[in-house]
């Protein structure tokens, strides 16, 4: 069976202090990775994604993720986080026939 | 370009009533993606089209749900006769191919079914 996880949640974290969100997977093949962020009342958006190549990508609004193919997992960073990063962020792994599995999402709280 | 439009951004509609959703995708797009999120479930797949086809329509909780695509610019979502247990976001999505190009996604439309 293919599934994604996300352990969290949710997550809280303080302004300016690191954050991370958690992000594993269990898909056949060499999936593709991307990483959603959610704001209120508005629909998902393009945060980055892991195609080949280098483990660590970056994408927007500062946010990194780091791909390990030996522990399937693709945990989304920021090194300092901002009050405007709280929303609910989504892992989704693509499938065998290239559709995106959406994890269940974790909320991500900044406080400051 | 516009994005992914949706339409209406809220419905309030009551029990038993017919409502439907409408989505444009990107132009050029050729694959789209109705979903539908609650608090309880989270984001579900209700069905997804390639090139106006319906591919995959298993995650349609019943028959009171159907979804057509008559071309490559606009499709509907039609839930009839409603029920409260309908309320959600629904979200349309658009792609170009699968694989690593990514969807983007609507502003979705608020149904709430009194």
Known sequence: AQSVAQPEDQVNVAEG???TVKCTY???GNPYLFWYVQYPNRGLQFLLKYITGDNLV???YGFEAEFNKSQTSFHLKKPSALVSDSALYFCAPTDSWGKLQ???GTQVVVTP | DAGVIQSPRHEVTEMGQEVTLRCKPI???DYLFWYRQTMMRGLELLIYFNNNVPIDDSGMPEDRFSAKMP???FSTLKIQPSEPRDSA???????LS???????FGSGTRLTVV
Not at chain 2, 98 to 104: Q, V
């Open chain 1, 17 to 19: 202090n690191p954050l």
């Open chain 1, 26 to 28: 269990s898909v056949s």
């Open chain 1, 58 to 60: 970056k994408g927007s």
């Open chain 1, 102 to 104: 959406f994890g269940a």
């Open chain 2, 27 to 29: 132009s050029g797009h």
């Open chain 2, 71 to 73: 071309n490559a610019s």
């Open chain 2, 89 to 95: 976001v629904y979200f349309c999505a658009s792609s």
């Open chain 2, 98 to 104: 699968t694989g690593g190009n990514g969807y983007t």
